[in-house]
């Protein structure tokens, strides 16, 4: 039998070595992707001697080589995924002393962002950060709204309490891995969690992919905050997946040379030709740089997804962009529904994405994720130290939950279906009637100021306020 050059997909690290010293140009580098041409190797064994983590071999055709299954490790807490929520969780779970592993597929924290950056005021605060200049791009001090006709309306920040923030995504999340560290936690990157362990009906722990083979890593108590797609909330059987009526669809552009825009504002632009069932955002990160995307809902409206809305956007406002070049560009989902009915199975604990803990008006989910992984560890070091992981007394997590946080994020979804039933023509009338302090207040989830206004100035948009504004 022939031998073939295998590619250890779980070892390599993409970092292009074997590229450089292949003689005959047979391996090629694709972002994140290793390719062979077999036509072009001639199997001189360059590349596998120069491998840095043996992620390269020589086995016989139709064959892999063995990666053997390490030893089980043992934790009381292990938390899938290094986003903010996983990370503030295993933080406070390791201020608590337990031991505590976090699990993170990629091999970079942080990478690549699916996020427009942007974070409500008092975030860090909630969850005991002091912002730091090396991740904090931009503060904001005020919201541009514009309707279809290009007339705006703003709100802003009445103190420096009340400013927001853009952040460096890639570099907020290491802070956070840090910090988690230091309080004593444990980081596996590149090691991709595949399956739950149970024991009878409890979660006891996860299946785990590791460069050095598959490990089983069993733990007091599992924390599921492994993002919107989560595979190990589906796995306990918890029912996270949405439908596509109440999923957004996002493509982003981190743009340098975006100009003639308030850079101390972030931007939002609405309407059915611009964003059908969303809206466009331009969040400056100051110095010309910004995010630039769009989401809409449902996706593929007449045949378009969303990079054409945002491509047409950008060509329209030649005094934006004339001068402006992407230097990344980003693409995601984001659910605009409820969030998810169960957040607790016996043994496990889902925050974040995961969990569908996002704001279903903005799609902003950076806070709720964070706030929702230090509620999370508090429950659980409760539970664990009474030594009752079950699903009721996890439940206490869900119950406080909705408790703090439940009504509002109903009144931030009944804001999104009555803004969705609006026509151009309609958003283009509360433009010319809204006022800065009304939209403060709707952006908080008390509406009958914006109610008792159209019942003065729009009474044909008042019934339709009422319907799916109401309390």
């Given at each position: 039998?022939?031998?073939?050059?295998?590619?250890d997909?779980?070892?390599?690290?993409?970092?292009?070595?074997?590229?450089?010293?292949?003689?005959?140009?047979?391996?090629?580098?694709?972002?994140t992707?290793?390719?062979?041409?077999?036509?072009?190797?001639?199997?001189?064994?360059?590349?596998?001697?120069?491998?840095?983590?043996?992620?390269?071999?020589?086995?016989?055709?139709?064959?892999?080589?063995?990666?053997?299954?390490?030893?089980?490790?043992?934790?009381?807490?292990v938390?899938?995924?290094?986003?903010?929520?996983?990370?503030?969780?295993?933080?406070?779970?390791?201020?608590?002393?337990?031991?505590?592993?976090?699990?993170?597929?990629?091999?970079?924290?942080?990478?690549?962002?699916?996020?427009?950056?942007?974070?409500?005021?008092?975030?860090?605060?909630?969850?005991?950060?002091?912002?730091?200049?090396?991740?904090?791009?931009?503060?904001?001090?005020?919201?541009?709204l514009?309707?279809?006709?290009?007339?705006?309306?703003?709100?802003?920040?009445?103190?420096?309490?009340?400013?927001?923030?853009?952040?460096?995504?890639?570099?907020?999340?290491?802070?956070?891995?840090?910090?988690?560290?230091?309080?004593?936690?444990?980081?596996?990157?590149?090691?991709?969690?595949?399956?739950?362990?149970?024991?009878?009906?409890?979660?006891?722990?996860?299946?785990?992919?590791?460069?050095?083979?598959?490990?089983?890593?069993?733990?007091?108590?599992?924390?599921?905050?492994?993002?919107?797609?989560?595979?190990?909330?589906?796995?306990?059987?918890?029912?996270?997946?949405?439908?596509?009526?109440?999923?957004?669809?996002?493509?982003?552009?981190?743009?340098?040379?975006?100009?003639?825009?308030?850079?101390?504002?972030?931007?939002?632009?609405?309407?059915?030709?611009?964003?059908?069932?969303?809206?466009?955002?331009?969040?400056?990160k100051?110095?010309?740089?910004?995010?630039?995307?769009?989401?809409?809902?449902p996706?593929?409206?007449?045949?378009?997804?969303?990079?054409?809305?945002?491509?047409?956007?950008i060509?329209?406002?030649?005094?934006?962009?004339?001068?402006?070049?992407?230097?990344?560009?980003?693409?995601?989902?984001?659910?605009?529904?409820?969030?998810?009915?169960?957040?607790?199975?016996?043994?496990?604990?889902?925050?974040?994405?995961?969990?569908?803990?996002?704001?279903?008006?903005?799609?902003?989910?950076?806070?709720?994720?964070?706030?929702?992984?230090?509620?999370?560890?508090?429950?659980?070091?409760?539970?664990?130290?009474?030594?009752?992981?079950?699903?009721?007394?996890?439940?206490?997590?869900?119950?406080?939950?909705d408790?703090?946080?439940?009504?509002?994020?109903?009144?931030?979804l009944?804001?999104?279906?009555?803004?969705?039933?609006?026509?151009?023509?309609?958003?283009?009338?509360?433009?010319?009637?809204?006022?800065?302090?009304?939209?403060?207040?709707?952006?908080?989830?008390?509406?009958?100021?914006?109610?008792?206004?159209?019942?003065?100035?729009?009474?044909?948009?008042a019934?339709?306020?009422?319907?799916?504004?109401?309390?």
């Amino acid at each position: 039998m022939n031998d073939t050059l295998r590619i250890d997909r779980g070892l390599c690290c993409y970092c292009g070595a074997c590229v450089g010293v292949c003689p005959t140009e047979a391996l090629v580098l694709r972002e994140t992707e290793l390719r062979l041409d077999p036509a072009k190797c001639t199997l001189c064994r360059i590349c596998v001697e120069f491998c840095p983590v043996e992620a390269l071999s020589l086995s016989p055709e139709g064959s892999s080589p063995p990666r053997p299954d390490a030893d089980v490790l043992r934790t009381d807490a292990v938390v899938i995924g290094a986003g903010p929520a996983g990370s503030i969780c295993a933080k406070y779970l390791a201020l608590a002393g337990l031991q505590v592993l976090v699990v993170e597929k990629k091999q970079e924290i942080g990478t690549p962002k699916r996020c427009a950056e942007a974070v409500e005021p008092d975030t860090f605060e909630s969850v005991g950060i002091e912002p730091h200049p090396l991740w904090l791009a931009n503060t904001i001090r005020a919201a541009a709204l514009y309707a279809p006709n290009g007339r705006s309306v703003s709100f802003g920040a009445r103190t420096s309490a009340e400013c927001g923030y853009v952040i460096e995504r890639k570099i907020f999340e290491k802070h956070l891995a840090k910090d988690a560290i230091l309080a004593g936690a444990r980081y596996l990157v590149k090691t991709a969690a595949v399956d739950v362990i149970r024991d009878g009906g409890r979660i006891a722990g996860v299946t785990v992919e590791r460069p050095a083979g598959r490990t089983r890593i069993r733990a007091g108590i599992v924390i599921a905050a492994d993002g919107v797609d989560s595979l190990i909330a589906k796995g306990a059987g918890l029912k996270t997946v949405n439908r596509l009526k109440n999923f957004m669809s996002c493509f982003q552009y981190e743009m340098a040379g975006v100009r003639n825009v308030d850079e101390r504002s972030i931007h939002l632009f609405y309407g059915r030709a611009i964003a059908p069932g969303g809206y466009v955002w331009i969040f400056p990160k100051g110095n010309t740089l910004a995010n630039v995307g769009v989401g809409i809902q449902p996706p593929k409206k007449a045949g378009r997804t969303p990079k054409a809305y945002l491509d047409d956007f950008i060509a329209a406002r030649p005094g934006i962009f004339a001068g402006a070049s992407p230097v990344e560009f980003n693409s995601g989902g984001v659910p605009v529904h409820r969030t998810a009915e169960t957040l607790v199975a016996d043994g496990l604990i889902v925050v974040g994405d995961a969990a569908q803990l996002v704001n279903p008006l903005t799609g902003g989910g950076i806070r709720l994720a964070m706030l929702s992984g230090r509620l999370a560890a508090e429950v659980a070091v409760r539970a664990l130290r009474k030594g009752d992981v079950g699903r009721r007394s996890l439940g206490e997590y869900q119950r406080l939950w909705d408790a703090r946080h439940g009504k509002f994020m109903d009144k931030m979804l009944k804001l999104q279906r009555f803004s969705d039933r609006l026509d151009d023509g309609e958003l283009n009338r509360l433009a010319e009637i809204l006022s800065g302090p009304v939209l403060a207040d709707m952006a908080e989830g008390r509406f009958l100021g914006f109610v008792k206004l159209l019942a003065r100035k729009a009474p044909a948009l008042a019934p339709f306020a009422v319907k799916y504004l109401r309390t």
